[in-house]
């Protein structure tokens, strides 16, 4: 009865063709801002770390395919030489023909960034946003796990992204322009059990480029912190242990997670919009985070359940 009645009313009066009316105009909208983002990117100078695989190589993709002129950091030279070659031949949506620059380095080596500043300066002679992607996960318990290893993951999430963003900063001030973008993690906001490196270094990034984002309005300069929930790469095979080897294997949730295209798409959208701070997951983990700030003792015991019942299925 009450199912005709509603039945009665979407056909009788207005409501479909208003419904269908909202969400075509909230679809175009959409459309919209898509090509005014992307309008927005057209010729910026990009670096992109990490650009190698995962994240960072559907980033290169995105931006390029926007019409921006890249600057492709990894260790890996032939992986970077073939994305190179593959975004050299493709046109941008504009059908320009950009062929991005390569810059090799190692974000453990101090000395090799402040060279890599030099380099990536020299390519267009500015830069116009810094996306600081490379980064390295880790799983283990901490009374197992070597310190060398705690500081390893530090200087590759952290030290080395703030070293970079520091020798490119005075470049950016002088233009009054330029816009650093911190690739952070869902981790960076709650920690959870065996990842206590991985989750301190991107709390620690969180933090920092916070502080930049801060320091840096009165010079023009925009600071983007993007923390995503899992996503589908080879993050979990390439993460570190707690004696420092490396872990080998791709996680479920990591295989469950979200295609890094999507992903990369979601980071061209904020980059565009000039967000200060963006959260891309699922709903769990977004309550999750809110339950850490309004109810830090109920996110705590479920932590300490969730070591216990891991802890307990690794020695079963
Ligand atoms: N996958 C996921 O579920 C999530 C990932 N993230 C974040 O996304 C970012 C990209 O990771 P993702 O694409 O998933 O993982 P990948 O392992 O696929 O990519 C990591 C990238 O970091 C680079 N890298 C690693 N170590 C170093 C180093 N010492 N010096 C320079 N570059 C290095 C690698 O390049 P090369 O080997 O050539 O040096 C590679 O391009 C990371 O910051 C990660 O924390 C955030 C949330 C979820
Ligand atoms: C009001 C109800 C709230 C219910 C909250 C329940 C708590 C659920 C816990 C959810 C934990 C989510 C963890 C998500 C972790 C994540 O997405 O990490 C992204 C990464 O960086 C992945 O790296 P990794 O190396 O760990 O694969």
Redesign the pocket.
Known sequence: MLKERVMDLVTQTAILPLLFGCLGIFSLFRVLQRIRSRAHLRDTVVVV?????????ECARVFHAAGAKLVL????VE??EALTSELAGSRTSQGQMYKPYTVT????DPGAIAAAATKILQCFGYVDILIN?????YRGAISDTIVDVDRKVME??YF?PVALTKALLPSMVKRKQGHIVA?????GKISIPFRSA?AAS?HATQAFFDCLRAEMEQDGIKVTVI?????????S??AVTADGSRYGALDKN?AR?RS?AEVAQDVLAAVGKKKKDVILTDLLPFLAIYLRTLAPGIFFRIMASRARKERKSKNS
């Open positions: 770390t990490g650009a190698t695989s995962g994240l960072g190589r950091c990894g260790r890996n992986a970077l380095f190692d974000l453990t992607n490379a980064g390295v996960s590759i999430n080395g690739i952070s993690s869902v981790q991985y991107k923390s995503p929930g899992y996503i589908y790469t080879n993050l095979v390439n990591t997670g890094p």
